[in-house]
């Protein structure tokens, strides 16, 4: 059962757009998924983006802001976005180009993303 506040509101966003897996490595066992959320009045677009690592061994799984596209028009060309830990209720950093972290084996990360430019 989810028991953060943050990881609730992207099961309950009133989009209710379902997820796309933007990557899948076979060989390395990793995923990448992306769902638009809705955004407020005064935010910019927002997505929640979820890695996985399905390995038995630390992974470095990457995403690409380009890669955001596939969101729509309001993705195209980004460079900078907000980003945000949601397991750990924690920023973690205004990023370009996008974003690299090692997952732990059989772990996941999930992200909300604010486009900033």
Same mark, same amino acid.
């Given at each position: 059962?989810?028991?953060?506040?943050?990881?609730?509101? *992207?099961?309950?966003?009133?989009?209710?757009?379902?997820?796309? &897996?933007? &990557?899948?490595?076979?060989?390395?066992?990793?995923?990448?998924?992306? /769902?638009?959320?809705?955004?407020?009045?005064?935010?910019?677009?927002?997505?929640?983006?979820?890695?996985?690592? /399905?390995?038995?061994?630390?992974?470095? *799984?990457?995403?690409? +802001?380009?890669?955001?596209? *596939?969101?729509?028009? &309001? +993705? &195209?060309?980004?460079?900078?976005?907000?980003?945000?830990?949601? +397991?750990?209720? !924690?920023?973690?950093?205004?990023?370009? !180009?996008?974003?690299?972290?090692?997952?732990?084996?059989?772990?996941?990360?999930?992200?909300? *993303?604010? /486009?900033?430019?």
């Amino acid at each position: 059962m989810y028991s953060a506040a943050e990881v609730l509101a *992207v099961n309950q966003d009133e989009l209710m757009i379902p997820g796309i &897996r933007l &990557r899948q490595d076979q060989h390395l066992s990793t995923e990448t998924w992306t /769902r638009q959320l809705k955004g407020s009045i005064d935010s910019g677009p927002l997505c929640a983006i979820m890695l996985f690592n /399905r390995a038995n061994v630390t992974q470095e *799984v990457s995403l690409e +802001w380009e890669e955001l596209e *596939v969101l729509g028009e &309001r +993705w &195209r060309g980004m460079r900078l976005g907000a980003v945000r830990d949601l +397991w750990e209720s !924690k920023a973690i950093g205004f990023l370009e !180009k996008g974003i690299t972290t090692k997952l732990s084996p059989h772990s996941t990360q999930l992200l909300r *993303v604010t /486009r900033l430019k």
